[in-house]
Nanobody, 115 residues
Framework: QLQLVESGGGLVQPGGSLRLSCAAS????????MGWFRQAPGKEREFVAS???????YYADSVKGRFAISRDNAKSTVYLQMNLMQPEDTAVYYC?????????WGQGTQVTVSS
């Protein structure tokens, strides 16, 4: 069973960049499709990006062209590179399998985009 820990969040100005990391433990990581999700205050959690066991990626329309998801199976880590960030990107970001497993939701990492 996987265990996931997100990190890398923080404060960034509009137009800036930030890279999130999701460290996984468990022998099944390399065979799992992974995704990033986010939840803004007062709003429901939403899908951001996903990556399969190889290099296939998929993005929500709101982040296409700005965000890039990647993974390093040797390090059991998935990343989310966020560029040209906007205030609307402010949220707690979570890593999970894709489709997400209810039992794998962690504490997430806070991302705040503000001037």
């Amino acid at each position: 069973q996987l265990q996931l820990v997100e990190s890398g969040g923080g404060l960034v100005q509009p137009g800036g960049s930030l890279r999130l990391s999701c460290a996984a433990s468990g022998r099944t990581f390399s065979s799992s499709d992974m995704g990033w999700f986010r939840q803004a205050p007062g709003k429901e959690r939403e899908f951001v990006a996903s990556i399969n066991r190889g290099e296939y990626t998929y993005y929500a329309d709101s982040v296409k062209g700005r965000f890039a998801i990647s993974r390093d199976n040797a390090k059991s880590t998935v990343y989310l590179q966020m560029n040209l960030m906007q205030p609307e990107d402010t949220a707690v970001y979570y890593c999970n399998t894709n489709p997400p497993a209810k039992d794998l939701w962690g504490q997430g990492t806070q991302v705040t985009v503000s001037s």
